[in-house]
């Protein structure tokens, strides 16, 4: 399948690492006006994509980064679809978010979709997954508390609903994670019951 050659995966190493380091840019701005013991929290698409350039690394190397795998998952679906959403809401706010801003809905679009298409090549426990969970949650409460969330112009005046949607954003995506190890634990069993 194409999605598993070594060929397109390097290739999709390659786009997430560009895309990482131009996330990372993006939010550069952001990071001169926040203080340093913040920085790992702010900049939550890039770190996204960071985590699954990782995991892209271990299936090259025909291995497993159950810990990556799970981080991944959770993050990619939620900030891609959390970009989507606030620049939707831009959208409806202002008429306008210009190239750029469709740019950031296309490739954070694509960020989730490719989250969900590796679905059946993730082998993270629920360790992983309650590890990836208290990270994302914690990520949050850094945002939302204490106010280190991504700046996005007009909508900062709602940012409180906003915090409650990404919040339940969260827990949505975790039992995404949860379903997934769920799913092929079930499989397994089904499977060593068949053969025994």
Known sequence: MTLFHKSFLWILLFINIVGTVYGYDWYM????????????????????????????????????????????????????????????????????????????????????LQGVLYWSNYKFGFLSIMIAAIWTLHNDIIDYVFGQMPIYGDLMKVMDKIGYFTFWLSIACIGLAVWNWKRRHKIVTETSQLVS
């Open 29 to 112: 701005w952001q990071l001169e006006i926040t203080e340093p013991i913040f920085w790992i929290f702010v900049p939550d698409s890039p770190t996204a994509s960071l985590f699954f350039c990782f995991v892209i690394i271990g299936w090259l190397l025909n291995t497993h980064f159950r810990l990556f795998e799970a981080l991944a998952l959770i993050t990619l679906v939620k900030y891609g679809v959390w970009a989507v959403v606030m620049n939707l809401l831009t959208l409806n706010e202002t008429g306008s978010i210009g190239a750029a801003g469709w740019m950031l809905v296309i490739s954070h679009g694509a960020m989730a």
